[in-house]
């Protein structure tokens, strides 16, 4: 079983939709990821939690550490969304400066005009 | 903005051949890290690397691999004697070294063993 999983695996959504992507994790974690990878393969960090929310322009990412669930939320949806997000975790073990990492599969998201 | 810069973007390397990637971890960042991207799965964790020692390693990072920082900027994967099945998406990585200090990711390194 997957330590991370992500859900969808593909999504498809119009220019201006909200769109939301999860992320379930079966172990203890001190901090959890959000990360976008481009076509060219880059990736880049969106969001680093351990509690609560967080926002920064058209994102949203969300975590409830009981439910050991997150989401990730685009509003107002863009063609140049389109990536794929990957969620990772940090262990419970390791809250420290280490930034040890276990990723999900990621969510290709596509946003059509 | 400053940025973890990776080369060679691609390489192309003969299976048993030695490949060295590198990269440039931002200036002020401690922690340094290789992860690996298989084409079409997940993203791994290779090798962590704090005052100029590994500090962790995954099962993939075995005999054949092996990290170094040379000078006080570079820090490079050395992949000695390679095979079909190291090709991948190389991601070195830093970050400053408290609980919150986000991970910054190069753009990558293409490896493909022929």
């Known amino acids: 079983k997957n330590e991370v999983e992500q859900s969808p695996q593909n999504l498809t959504a119009q220019e201006g939709e909200f769109i939301t992507i999860n992320c379930s994790y079966s172990?203890?974690?001190?901090?959890l990821h959000w990360l976008q990878q481009h076509p060219g393969g880059g990736i880049v960090s969106l969001f680093m939690?351990?509690?609560g929310k967080k926002k920064h322009g058209r994102l949203i990412a969300t975590i409830n550490i009981q439910e050991k669930h997150s989401s990730l939320h685009i509003t107002a949806s863009h063609p140049r969304d389109s990536a794929v997000y990957i969620c990772?975790?940090?262990?419970?073990?390791?809250?420290?400066?280490?930034?040890?990492?276990?990723f999900g599969t990621g969510t290709r998201l596509l946003v059509s005009p | 903005e400053p940025e973890v810069t990776q080369t060679p973007s691609h390489q192309v390397t003969q299976m048993g051949q030695e490949v060295i990637l590198r990269c440039v971890p931002i200036?002020?960042?401690?922690?340094f890290y290789w992860y690996r991207q298989i084409l079409g799965q997940k993203v791994e964790f290779l090798v962590s690397?704090?005052?100029?020692?590994?500090?962790?390693k995954s099962e993939i990072f075995d005999d054949q691999f092996s990290v170094e920082r040379p000078d006080g900027s570079n820090f490079t994967l050395k992949i000695r004697s390679t095979k079909l099945e190291d090709s991948a998406m190389y991601f070195c990585?830093?970050?400053?070294?408290?609980?919150?200090?986000?991970?910054?990711f190069g753009n990558g390194t293409r490896l493909t063993v022929t």
């Open positions: 990585a830093s970050s400053w070294g408290t609980v919150n200090s986000p991970l910054h």
């Open positions: 172990v203890g974690i001190s901090a």
């Open positions: 939690l351990s509690s």
């Open positions: 990772a975790v940090r262990s419970q073990y390791l809250n420290t400066g280490f930034q040890k990492l276990v």
């Open positions: 200036s002020n960042h401690l922690y």
């Open positions: 690397f704090y005052n100029n020692e590994i500090s962790e």
